[in-house]
């Protein structure tokens, strides 16, 4: 097997950092990551806390730490008097927010310039721009990038609303122009469901985001989500660095990504690659950023929006270029100039994440809390893990459940997906229910393998919910019939007199899926 690239940079090795010290805006894997980026580059790193945190892995990972608050995020990770605070306190020069809480929030990258801190991300004015999807759609037009049918303004205004859906036909989505998390989104089939469609959408966008704002487009029926990579110096070089093919969604959500896109061309690519960058300079890109679109089965695609931040699925690319992302945040948030040129940008094998929740996909994905009694991660050749735990870790209810991120290295897809099932059997949790079985079986899916993907995979082809491999079922089942025979043995019960249990009795009784009742005590 060849290895997986190794990590290059656009930078000189033995540049010395302006950088001194980074203060890490955020919890979990993300937090990790970070902090291993900063060991690998010599910079000293600043964890925060929750008081639900205190013993959290990220916590253990950074130089130092500080507590910032009570355990709803609420009161901790989106205070940014305390972020700040405890930045000034720890003597950090530069703030990186990860993913989620601050990592999108105009108002706060603008605190850190006014304060002194450099903000590890765009420029505030460009992620206000590029964060409200309405303004986004409007620079994609500028940038004469393709754009998904839509009404390009503000739709709250009923009337307005019915006559633009009338334009553009049924099936509609209805999106919060302050939209993310696949939150104010609804899918409107007919017209009779429009008003309280936009009602509705319209009050979860008020009451998550404080923006009611919310804008029509075309529901594509089966399209495919493939997004690029971007990377932007302060001094005009933006560069892109290939795609991640994110189509394996639950209610719009990622869950599988890959690099590269199985419909992916040289051609297509150039053309999607040169789509973002031009988007990228008209918007005065700096930073790492995904410019994310929809592809249909023409392979025709479609903008959709930007973020402006590192993606949790940003190691499938570092596997596959050989770019540590983090490290080139940090060299152009220090004002350094990208060496790399386009033609560097070289794809090499085939990557996969999996994203492991603390869920249970046998009861609707509920969030799973509790403490990790076992928890061990695979590993060998071609195999990462970003995880945010280790073993004796708790998992609280204040957060998301992503406790893990698995991914996977192979020569090719066929190879890489063999390897995704052997690290997924390796893979141990127990205290909690994990989303590594639900993983599973979509690596045995014969549509997955042969890279037949839509947006809408999981709902066709699992439209009753139910995640689990036939071999999976047939084991669980003989585990649990030999302990349950055992422990009758043991105490001697007699069941169903005057005949003893026997292996064949249990047998007929799990072919009735009785052991189905069971399931709660597991
Ligand atoms: P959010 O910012 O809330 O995550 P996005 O605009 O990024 O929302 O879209 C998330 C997902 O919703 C996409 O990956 C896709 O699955 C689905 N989606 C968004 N827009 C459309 C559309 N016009 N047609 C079909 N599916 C869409």
């Known amino acids: 097997m060849a290895a ?13 950092h302006t950088i001194r010290k980074i203060l890490i805006a955020n919890r979990g894997e993300i937090a990790v990551r970070v902090a291993r980026g900063c060991r690998d580059l010599g910079i000293r790193s600043v964890a925060v806390y929750s008081e639900a945190d205190r013993i959290a892995f ?69 992620i206000a721009l590029l964060g409200d999807k309405l303004a986004a759609r409007e620079t994609a037009v500028k940038a004469k990038l393709p ?18 859906a009338r334009k553009i036909g049924f099936p509609i989505l209805v999106k919060a122009a302050a939209g993310g998390g696949g939150k104010g989104m609804r899918v409107v089939h007919s017209e009779d469901q429009f008003e309280e469609s936009i009602r509705s959408a319209a009050s979860e966008a008020k009451s998550a985001f404080g923006d009611s704002r919310v804008y029509l487009e075309k529901y594509l ?47 297509l690519r150039t053309r999607m690659g040169s789509a973002a960058v031009e988007i990228a300079r008209r918007s005065g890109y700096v930073g790492a950023g995904t410019v994310e679109f929809l592809v249909d089965e023409q392979r025709d695609f479609f903008f959709l929006e930007v973020n402006t931040r590192l993606q949790v699925e940003h190691p499938v690319t570092e596997m596959v270029t050989g770019i540590d992302l983090v490290r080139e945040q940090i060299a152009i ?22 994203r492991i929740y603390a869920e249970d996909p ?37 957060y998301d459940p992503m406790i893990a991120k698995l991914v996977v290295w192979g020569t090719n897809r066929a190879e890489a997906v063999t390897r995704m099932k052997r690290a997924l059997e390796e893979y141990r949790v127990s205290g909690v229910e994990t989303t590594i079985g639900f993983h599973r079986v979509i690596m045995d899916n014969e549509k997955f393998l042969a890279g037949e993907l839509s947006t809408r995979f999981l709902d066709e082809e699992y439209p009753d919910n139910v995640y689990r491999r036939v071999s999976d079922v047939v084991r669980e089942r003989a585990a649990l019939a030999v302990a349950i025979d055992k ?24 072919r009735h899926g009785n052991l189905r009742s069971f399931k709660g005590s597991r």
């Open 4 to 16: 997986p690239p190794g990590l290059k940079s656009g930078y000189a090795k033995e540049m010395t």
């Open 58 to 126: 990220h916590v253990r990972m950074a130089d130092d730490a500080i507590c910032i608050g009570p355990a709803p995020s609420n009161q901790s990770y989106l205070v940014h008097d305390a972020i700040i605070q405890a930045a000034k306190i720890s003597g950090a020069d530069a703030i990186h927010p990860g993913y989620g809480f601050l990592s999108e929030n105009a108002e706060f990258a603008r605190r850190c310039q006014d304060e002194g801190l450099i903000f590890i991300g765009p420029k505030p004015e460009t």
């Open 147 to 164: 754009l998904v049918q839509g009404s390009d303004t503000d739709t709250s205004d009923l009337k307005q609303a019915i006559a633009a």
């Open 221 to 267: 029926a089966r399209p495919r989500h493939v997004e690029i990579q971007i990377l932007c110096d302060q001094h005009g070089t933006c560069l892109y660095l290939g795609e991640r093919e994110c189509s394996i969604q639950r209610r719009h959500q990622k869950v599988v990504e890959e690099s590269p896109s199985p419909i992916m061309t040289p051609e």
């Open 333 to 354: 948030a220090e004002g350094r100039k990208l060496t790399l040129r386009q033609e560097d940008i070289q794809l090499r094998g085939h990557a996969i994440e999996c």
């Open 362 to 398: 046998d009861n609707n994905f509920m969030p799973s809390t509790g403490t990790l009694n076992a928890y061990v991660i695979p590993a060998g050749p071609g195999v990462r893990v970003d995880s945010g735990v280790v073993a004796g870790s708790e998992i609280p209810i204040y």
């Open 487 to 510: 422990y009758v043995r043991e105490r001697k019960i007699s069941v169903s007199p005057p005949q003893q249990a026997t292996r064949s009795n249990w047998a007929a009784w799990h």
